[in-house]
């Protein structure tokens, strides 16, 4: 993976966030709210590490090479796309599974970035 000559990502100001959308994923209602949250912090991270683009999709073309779990992250993206576009979203057809899915993208593709720290082995 290639480190960027850009700013340093304070991930402790991630983590913080990242800690207080997991309270979201407690109630199903709550759900939509946690991927919005997940996906902007994404894209704020991208933003930070340089990634050149006009939306959050040309930011991850532009990041796939230094992202893991590329294609994970793209489905948590489109995912929150989903849940966007669908302003009438019947939170009944939310799956759990899928929520799970797209947080772990979001998670994963932040640690990439030095956005959030990896779990010590």
Not at 87 to 103: E, G, H, P, Q, T
């Amino acid at each position: 993976m290639r480190i960027l000559p850009r700013r340093k990502i304070k991930a402790a100001d991630y983590t913080k966030r990242w800690k207080d959308l997991q309270s979201l994923c407690v109630q199903r209602k709550t759900w939509p709210d946690a991927i919005k949250e997940a996906d902007k912090l994404l894209t704020k991270a991208l933003k930070k590490r340089g990634y050149k683009g006009k939306t959050t999709g040309e930011r991850l073309v532009a990041a796939q090479h230094d992202l893991k779990f590329n294609e994970e992250v793209w489905f948590s993206h489109k995912y929150y796309n989903k849940i966007k576009e669908d302003k009438s979203i019947d939170l009944r057809k939310l799956k759990k599974k899928d929520v799970a899915m797209a947080l772990v993208g979001f998670r994963e593709a932040l640690r990439d970035l030095g956005a959030l720290e990896r779990p010590h082995d």
